[in-house]
């Protein structure tokens, strides 16, 4: 008769933690936050680069649809009534043929409290933008300036990678990607 030896305990995962568990969501990786909400929110599948001396941001979202045209994103990021804390999040349509956001405009960000940027787009002087106060999210660059029409439309759902993201949602960004809190899969 052999006598069997006890496999070893090993430590409760991460999810299983009584410390994460108590950790409010804004201290929470975005990893943690999937284990958390699993299905009750979305991981946009898209692989962005990632700007700015913040590499983690959250806030709720401020939605922007724009194609090559950065006016409109521009006077949003000016004129948002108390946008402290916020994510501007910019559908451009996945264009990587004009840049969007570049050091002039995402310094109105910072000096007006936003939390970041996820742009659904290019953006240019990416030297410049590493040395902001500010995390933003983009698909690349492109030193090539967007035209300044003002067309788009602000605060209404708008969809990257498949996930819908509506005005006021969640929105979590960090070194593994980006979550929607709240994700609504018919995006309406």
């Known amino acids: 008769m052999s006598s069997a030896t006890p496999s070893p305990r090993l430590p409760e995962p991460p999810w299983q933690s009584p410390v994460t568990d108590q950790l409010p969501d804004s201290e929470l990786s975005t990893a943690d936050l999937v284990d958390r909400y699993?299905?009750?929110?979305?991981?946009?599948?898209?692989?962005?680069?990632?700007?700015?001396?913040?590499?983690?941001?959250?806030?709720?979202a401020v939605t922007v649809k724009c194609f090559e045209d950065n006016a409109l994103l521009k006077s949003t990021l000016a004129e948002e009534?108390?946008?402290?804390?916020?994510?501007?999040?910019?559908?451009?349509?996945?264009?990587?043929?004009?840049?969007?956001?570049?050091?002039?405009?995402?310094?109105?960000?910072?000096?007006?409290?936003?939390?970041?940027?996820?742009?659904?787009?290019?953006?240019?002087?990416?030297?410049?933008?590493?040395?902001?106060?500010?995390?933003?999210?983009?698909?690349?660059?492109?030193?090539?300036?967007?035209?300044?029409?003002?067309?788009?439309?602000?605060?209404?759902?708008?969809?990257?990678?498949?996930?819908w993201i509506t005005p006021g949602q969640t929105v979590h960004s960090d070194e593994d990607g980006i979550v929607v809190v709240g994700h609504s899969p018919a995006g309406r």
């Open 38 to 60: 699993g299905n009750a929110l979305a991981s946009i599948p898209v692989q962005f680069l990632s700007f700015g001396r913040k590499s983690r941001f959250a806030g709720p």
């Open 81 to 163: 009534p108390d946008p402290g804390g916020k994510v501007l999040v910019v559908d451009g349509g996945g264009s990587l043929r004009s840049a969007l956001v570049g050091d002039l405009i995402a310094a109105i960000a910072v000096q007006r409290g936003w939390a970041g940027l996820v742009i659904s787009g290019a953006v240019r002087d990416s030297v410049a933008l590493d040395q902001l106060d500010l995390g933003i999210k983009a698909l690349g660059t492109n030193p090539q300036k967007s035209s300044k029409t003002g067309e788009g439309v602000v605060n209404s759902p708008v969809e990257i990678g498949g996930v």
